[in-house]
């Protein structure tokens, strides 16, 4: 009763398993100790479960098969009370993601962002662990390096309902940057690689989309091609729309190195210090509240 009551009702838990017995029994045990509290106390956590920070502890071929295990050994016999809200986990590609989920259809499986990567690299990552089971995303630092946070946060949530698929998301994106005058980080072509392993079926391999093939006697459309179908009016939506075939923008120019910057436009983000950020959200909603 003396303690605080204010604050966030939901915690991270993170736990490393890293196959020797010894260490995973310590760490099992005091997951159980944490959860025991947190459950007579009434507070909701969810659990993060990292892959082996030790290497040749598990070979990369069962690593996806290992950290399931883990899992379902570290909640078995917990009862709903006493269970994380959902999981955060590296994605271990469609085999692993598929296994989980089957053993225990109650468990809500979340996914970690890990690296910046790429534009796709994200987009598929989101789109395929939806498709596989998955029904939580937690991307951190591929939201934070992208050249516009909220036109790229805008379209993960056009994947995850469905409206929009990877590739074309991908494409959206760039018309974006190019109506707002934001040089992207990477042309559309590098952006379109896919770094992880998300399209084999262990998740073991790095794939690229091929550029598509133009049929003979149709023209073919622009590089940088938005998506036809906004659901919203927000800018992004807006910026997306005005980018087409026979309302072409003009080349993006670079970014002044100043953090104020036009309304119409970002800045870019990535290559900005923290104090540059602050003083550019500052700058931003006085101009918004006057």
Known sequence: PSERQLGANLGLYSITYTNDPVRDREALLAYNAFRLEAEEKGFRHFLEVFDPNVEAMVAPEHLGGFINDAIVRTLGGVTRSGRPDFLKIVYHGPRAMEELVAYDPHLVVGILGGSAGTTYDAFKLLAEAKKYGGRVALFGRKINQAENQLAFIHFLRLIADGEIGPEEAVKAYHGVLQALGVTPNRS???????????????????????????????????????????????????????????????????????????????????????????AWQRARWNRILG
């Open 188 to 278: 559309l072509a590098d952006d379109m690689v896919l770094q992880t392993g998300v399209m084999s079926y262990g998740g073991t391999k790095t794939t690229s989309l091929p550029p598509a093939q133009a049929k003979p006697g149709v023209t073919s459309s622009p590089a940088v091609a938005p998506y036809s179908k906004p659901v919203t009016s927000t800018p992004v939506a807006i910026a997306a729309k005005s980018v087409s075939a026979n309302n072409p923008v003009k080349p993006a120019q670079p970014l002044p190195s100043k953090v104020a910057v036009p309304a119409s436009s970002q800045p870019d983000f990535s290559k900005m210090t923290s104090a540059e950020k602050v």
